[in-house]
């Protein structure tokens, strides 16, 4: 993750996204009853609708160490942040995002026969609000970057298929 975090940051972050983890866990367990269910859900909605922590938050979920389910949790998260608040977040942010987000691209993923398709899905999603908001008057190096990061591999030219 290339935010630059404080101590504080990064203990409130880790905070946060354990609080997210619990709610998605909550959400997706088939025995948890519907009123704890509903709550949680209610609580991460709030937290996506109101939180300057969601994308730092998603980055942090978007690690591949976490399951499936968590890592588009984290990619819903981001992606939701660029929707509601991309014109409200400084410039120096906004480059943080999309750093991150290529960079997640770039290496952030599994094998193309092994990472789940909803990741896919996901991480594909955030790139299309990121260019829609910012290709071309704003991030003129798009296209390249994309160009250069389909070099790496077969991933990412099935990946880039569900951009364009």
């Not at 025995?31 to 269910?37: A, D, F, L």
């Not at 290496?107 to 991480?123: F, N, R, Y």
């Amino acid at each position: 993750m290339d935010f630059l975090l404080d101590k504080n940051m990064e203990t409130e972050i880790k905070k946060v996204s354990a609080d997210v983890v619990g709610a998605v866990n909550l959400i997706m367990n088939p025995t948890t009853p519907e009123i704890e269910r509903r709550k949680a859900h209610e609580l991460l909605e709030h937290f996506k609708d109101t939180s300057p922590l969601c994308a730092k938050c998603g980055f942090f979920l978007i690690a591949r160490s976490n399951p499936p389910v968590i890592r588009h949790c984290g990619f819903q998260l981001i992606e939701n942040y660029v929707k509601l608040h991309w014109n409200d977040i400084n410039d120096d942010e906004k480059v943080r995002i999309k750093n991150n987000t290529m960079q997640t691209l770039a290496s952030g993923t599994g094998p193309v026969l092994e990472e789940e398709m909803c990741i896919k899905d996901a991480m594909s999603r955030v790139v299309v609000e990121l260019a829609k908001r910012e290709w071309p008057q704003h991030w003129t190096s798009l296209m390249e970057e994309l160009h250069n990061i389909c070099r790496l591999g077969v991933f990412i030219i099935s990946f880039l298929s569900l951009i364009f």
